[in-house]
């Protein structure tokens, strides 16, 4: 398929125009509004749906094929989170806990714009390996440590004692759930799994259709925030997630994942987190500006990442593989 | 009815503290709490810990003494940053003895 039909193939799922959907009715100022009990209830299903799923798979691969991937998802979080870091003190003049408050958020990762990815993998029927959803787990807390760390040290920060913040992290529902689905998932296996599986598995592309819904709305009313910030953060919130994506989908390459492995990375590593960042930064770095990071990540980075990045960084997977054509 | 004037301490805040401010509480005095979801906006306008988040507001009985150490501890910890308010009013409660 060439680059315009991959992406037509990705803006006209369900998921993303039901996404478009909530951002047209929060636009209009409908009164949709997706139940707070029906939110909650829909990302515990689809997280520990993505770590079940994952801990099935998990089980067909040696150790071995999966040390370097992990090893690189780590080395991912720490490296993005610092660069953005660096990037957002020298060029933007952004100060320091607020420097560290986005490096935590665009270093770590969104579990749903990695559903999103998986979904549009499926449909132009190139997989990725079984085991990336573990990845995701691992991307999620490097980076919101490395960028407490940072900006705590540039500003002697106040805030709660660094032992509570990580426990707040690693006790955190998308952590405890993924890698609890991880764990339930490889112990069970497939053959004690598929009495599940028409929940989980067939279930999980409509329960989507209904959250996308939600983000949409979540990012419509975000939107209208977006006024007052500079637009060097706004230029920030597109960029970071090129670069980001440019360097997982080259890391993928490096440690040998397949084309279907390498967007994924791509796409994961320019993802921005909204639910485990914000918690974290909020305790950690009190000081810091709370809605600026989450507003860029919902309202501009998402909406990125799923309409463009996700084709995009399948096409450069692509061209990384087979060359230029 | 015999009633004993006491102390009712109210804590509206951004629900990241929750936990945390209960706690404190209780290692201030109190012998129970209310705790309540709450929405509305203030000078901090929206909330972070959720997408849309919400607040809690938290209630406690407590004698003079706590309720004065219960305000100076979160002014201290937790005013500067974050969006919280706190307020005291004088109650009269029966079973004066089953708050202090």
Known sequence: MGPLELLAANLLSPIVLSFALGVAAAWVRSDLKIPDDLYSALSIYLLLAIGMKGGVEISRFAPSQIVWPAIATVALGLGTAILDFGFLRRALRVSAVDAAALAAHYGSVSAVTFIACSQYLEAVTTPAEGFLPALVALLEVPAILIALVLGRSASNGSGEPMGAVIREVLAGRSIVLLVGGLVIGALAGKERFSPVAPLFVDLYRGALVIFLLEMGLTAGRRARELRRIGVGLLVFAVAAPLVHGLLGVGAGRLVGLSVGGCTTLGVLAASASYIAAPAAVRLGLPAANPGVPLTLAIAVTFPFNLALGIPLFHRLALWMAEGPR | ?100
């Open chain 2, 1 to 100: 009815m015999k009633t004993t004037p006491l102390k009712l301490v109210t804590v509206v805040a951004e629900s990241v503290l929750g936990d945390r401010i209960c706690e404190e509480m209780r290692s201030l005095g109190a012998k129970g709490f209310t705790v309540s979801e709450a929405t509305g906006e203030g000078s901090r306008g929206l909330r972070t810990s959720e997408l849309g988040g919400k607040n809690v507001r938290i209630e406690a009985v407590v004698g003079p003494d706590a309720a004065d150490r219960i305000l100076e501890r979160l002014a201290e910890r937790y005013f500067p940053h974050y969006a919280i308010i706190a307020f005291v009013h004088d109650v009269h409660v029966v079973r004066g003895d089953k708050y202090v």
